[in-house]
Nanobody, 123 residues
Framework: QVQLVESGGGLVQAGGPLRLSCAAS????????MGWFRQAPGKEREFVAA???????YYADSLKGRFTISRDNAKNTVYLQMNSLKPEDTAVYSC?????????????????WGQGTQVTVSS
């Protein structure tokens, strides 16, 4: 069982940066594939980025170049660095985990989810 807790959300002006963190419980974090998703009001959950247990990364095409996913296995934490934020990035951002080594872009492929953190980008 893995518990995930996101932090770092908040209100930011358009063009600004924000870094989200997702802290995981347990001693086997390094064996988990991790992902970030977001959900805006009235929209479906959307894939943002994924990182394999070895550190290789994969991004939604529309977010490449602005968002960076990383992980620190010693701290049981995965990060999402978001730069040049736009009002359309406003959403609840959630991290997810799966005990596997692949890339997963579909929510149903993940076994564990955090509660989410709100990101609001003002224009």
């Amino acid at each position: 069982q893995v518990q995930l807790v996101e932090s770092g959300g908040g209100l930011v002006q358009a063009g600004g940066p924000l870094r989200l963190s997702c802290a995981a419980s347990g001693r086997t974090f390094g064996s988990y594939a991790m992902g970030w998703f977001r959900q805006a009001p009235g929209k479906e959950r959307e894939f943002v980025a994924a990182i394999r247990n070895g550190g290789s990364t994969y991004y939604a095409d529309s977010l490449k170049g602005r968002f960076t996913i990383s992980r620190d296995n010693a701290k049981n934490t995965v990060y999402l660095q978001m730069n040049s934020l736009k009002p359309e990035d406003t959403a609840v951002y959630s991290c997810a985990a799966r005990r596997d080594s692949g890339f997963y872009t579909v929510p149903r492929n993940y076994d564990y989810w955090g509660q989410g953190t709100q990101v609001t980008v003002s224009s």
